[in-house]
């Protein structure tokens, strides 16, 4: 099955600086790759999405890049804020309704 | 509904106790899903529900645990015999079809913080 690996769990970055978090898979069919934002006592949210058959995405502050040779993907957010204090979670599926394999999480805290 | 919706929000049941944990999914979603997050946790896949198709039970823990979802809509998650190892947040997603049949990411519930005492 799918082994996805989330580095780093926690993550403590400045207002304003950028924050970088890496995922790797294992498997090569998966051609899916979401990003969820969790919040203190709510569900996972998802905030961008790449598709095997694109190398990187873009929506405002937000990033992802995906490099399908070396299976690894990463999400990006510039200009941090307060606000995107929470947990980071990736995941990698082969589409289609497949279930999604998650990362263990990454905590982001941005100091004001 | 806007956004899928579970039920009870909280959930204190004592140890060999049976529970029930509802998911309604967003209308039209014909794909849902059941993840438990124990504390501090990723996210552990535990069945898949698409359409008419046979469910994907693969990551049920036990046969303590099951599943059913009645008329391609609501589903129901019971803990038989419950333990404390089962105490976590039970999350419940839906996903729809995009065109070409893809699939779209989850939309997550707000989960079941379930406790066993």
């Known amino acids: 099955g799918e082994n996805v690996e989330q580095h780093p769990s926690t993550l403590s970055v400045q207002e304003g600086d950028s924050a970088v978090i890496k995922c790797t898979y294992s498997d090569s069919a998966s051609n899916y790759f979401p990003w969820y934002k969790q919040e203190l006592g709510k569900g996972p949210q998802l905030i961008i999405d790449i598709r095997s058959n694109v190398g990187e995405k873009k929506d405002q502050r937000i990033a992802v890049t995906l490099n399908k040779t070396a299976k690894h993907f990463s999400l990006h957010i510039t200009e941090t804020q307060p606000e995107d204090s929470a947990v980071y979670f990736c995941?990698?599926?082969?589409?289609?309704?497949?279930?999604?394999?998650f990362g263990s999480g990454t905590k982001l805290n941005v100091k004001p | 509904g806007a956004g899928v919706s579970q039920s009870p929000s909280n959930k204190v049941t004592e140890k060999g106790k049976d529970v029930e944990l509802r998911c309604d999914p967003i209308s039209g979603h014909t794909a849902l899903y059941w993840y438990r997050q124990s504390l501090g946790q990723g996210l552990e896949f535990l069945i898949y529900?698409?359409?008419?198709?046979?469910?994907?039970k693969s990551g049920l823990p036990s046969d303590r645990f099951s599943a059913e979802r009645t008329g391609g809509s609501v589903s129901t998650l019971t803990i038989q015999r419950t333990q404390q190892e089962d105490s976590a947040v039970y999350l419940c997603?839906?996903?729809?079809?995009?065109?070409?049949?893809?699939?779209?990411?989850?939309?997550f519930g707000s989960g079941t913080r379930l406790t066993v005492v």
């Open positions: 995941a990698a599926s082969r589409g289609n309704f497949n279930k999604f394999y």
């Open positions: 529900f698409q359409g008419n198709s046979a469910p994907d």
């Open positions: 997603a839906s996903s729809r079809t995009l065109n070409r049949g893809k699939g779209s990411g989850y939309t």
